[in-house]
T-cell receptor, first 111, second 113 residues
Framework: DAKTTQPPSMDCAEGRAANLPCNHS???????VYWYRQIHSQGPQYIIH???NNETNEMASLIITEDRKSSTLILPHATLRDTAVYYC????????????FGSGTQLTVLP | KAGVTQTPRYLIKTRGQQVTLSCSPI?????VSWYQQTPGQGLQFLFE???????NKGNFPGRFSGRQFSNSRSEMNVSTLELGDSALYLC????????????FGPGTRLTVL
């Protein structure tokens, strides 16, 4: 699975959009971009995934650049409960089941 | 649909004891994976079960074992506990779709004294 790079930390004001970037410049054509988040000491929560088109669900939007070398997770109206570590992962369709998380981005939503 | 459940949520054991953790996957999910998460090592894969068979195994000693039942529920066992086994143990289930998305449970926090 390709390597990803994320900023270690970001702040966002409550009610504003949180835009979390991820660089995956070595991504290959059969690899998906996944986002998970983990609130302190809880199990990781799946957020969204995409291959090349932008995706949206009830939690977030995922914007993938045309060359697929980077992506942005957007939380449209951040709340205090969105404070967590966000992990961007790249996984091949036929990847073995095990996940590996990098160090992620600590998002702090400020009141 | 109910999510992945894990029991117990918290455990305190002493060195040398053994422990069994339980995981119930999302209904219909037949793949269950176990992970250990610590501040120093991050998320580490233990093993994966599918249809009662261990399909993949991480690099952990034989003290760590698991099994899966016919209803897809899974247990993991750690024998002869060591202080370094203190961690958050996570279970994740998946539907075997394409791509295959794993959904995590809340974890079991194990403290070894």
């Amino acid at each position: 699975d390709a390597k990803t790079t994320q900023p270690p930390s970001m702040d966002c004001a409550e009610g504003r959009a949180a835009n979390l970037p991820c660089n995956h410049s070595t991504i290959s054509g059969n690899e998906y971009v996944y986002w998970y988040r983990q609130i302190h000491s809880q199990g990781p929560q799946y957020i969204i995934h995409g291959l090349k088109n932008n995706e949206t669900n009830e939690m977030a939007s995922l914007i993938i650049t045309e060359d697929r070398k980077s992506s942005t997770l957007i939380l449209p109206h951040a709340t205090l409960r969105d404070t967590a570590v966000y992990y961007c992962i790249v996984r091949a369709i036929a990847s073995a089941r095990q996940l590996t998380f990098g160090s992620g981005t600590q998002l702090t939503v400020l009141p | 649909k109910a999510g992945v459940t894990q029991t117990p949520r918290y455990l305190i054991k002493t060195r040398g004891q053994q422990v069994t953790l339980s995981c119930s996957p999302i209904s219909g999910h037949r793949s269950v994976s176990w992970y250990q998460q610590t501040p120093g090592q991050g998320l580490q894969f233990l093993f994966e079960y599918f249809s009662e068979t261990q399909r993949n195994k991480g690099n952990f000693p034989g003290r760590f074992s698991g099994r899966q039942f016919s209803n897809s529920r899974s247990e993991m066992n750690v024998s002869t506990l060591e202080l370094g086994d203190s961690a958050l143990y996570l279970c994740a289930s998946s539907l075997q779709g394409v791509p295959d998305t794993q959904y995590f449970g809340p974890g079991t926090r194990l403290t070894v004294l």
